[in-house]
């Protein structure tokens, strides 16, 4: 069965900063790979998503990951992060003939300081 | 488009009674997923529901069960409810079933079981 692991709970970087969030997956072949923001009380918003192709995708809001497969990983990465920024960040992925089912990390909650 | 809505936001139930959660996905949408979100487990998936049919289903106890009608709409049920099920219910909606596809979240119900 597939996994997904997002080692770092929390992460605190100071406006303006780059951040990097990191997630790495366990499954046999390509995944499906995805990042969904949260902020709190509300629902996931999809930043970006990789099914294949460039492994090098862009999201919305500025972000981008980068697959790599040697590495079972998909990290998340801004260049500078705005005091906006602040959630709770989820990577998850789907697999081949597995329909819609997504397995979800456990989140990493990034803090902004001013 | 109108996005994922899910009835009710807010819902307080005691232990035993049951519950019907609702969801109308994106329209043309014709899958929808239900996931449940707690601080201890995290993202789990319950299941996924495309034309009518049950496609994929978590790894839940019988209580909790859902269906979709013909225009896509899904709602999911909690029967005998434990303290446990306290938590957030969110639907997702996206256009195929079969593989994986982009998935769009509701805002989500939160329920508390007293």
């Known amino acids: 069965a597939q996994s997904v692991t997002q080692p770092d709970i929390h992460i605190t970087v100071s406006e303006g900063a780059s951040l990097e969030l990191r997630c790495n997956y366990s499954y046999g072949a390509t995944p499906y790979l995805f990042w969904y923001v949260q902020s709190p009380g509300q629902g996931l918003q999809l930043l970006l998503k990789?099914?294949?192709?460039?492994?090098l995708v862009q999201g919305i809001k500025g972000f981008e990951a980068e697959f790599k497969r040697s590495q079972s990983s998909f990290n998340l990465r801004k260049p500078s992060v705005h005091w906006s920024d602040a959630a709770e960040y989820f990577c998850a992925v789907g697999v081949y003939n597995a329909g819609n089912m997504l397995t979800f990390g456990g989140g990493t909650r990034l803090m902004v300081k001013p | 488009k109108a996005g994922v809505t899910q009835t009710p936001r807010y819902l307080i139930k005691t232990r035993g009674q049951q519950v019907t959660l609702s969801c109308s996905p994106i329209s043309g949408h014709r899958s929808v997923s239900w996931y449940q979100q707690t601080p201890g487990q995290g993202l789990q998936f319950l299941f996924e529901?495309?034309?009518?049919?049950?496609?994929n289903k978590g790894n839940f106890p019988g209580r909790f069960s859902g269906r979709q009608f013909s225009n896509s709409r899904s709602e999911m049920n909690v029967s005998t409810l434990e303290l446990g099920d306290s938590a957030l219910y969110l639907c997702?909606?996206?256009?195929?079933?079969?593989?994986?596809?982009?998935?769009?979240f509701g805002p989500g119900t939160r329920l508390t079981v007293l």
């Open positions: 997702a909606s996206s256009l195929i079933a079969g593989h994986t596809d982009t998935q769009y």
């Open positions: 990789y099914f294949s192709g460039d492994t």
């Open positions: 529901y495309f034309s009518e049919t049950q496609r």
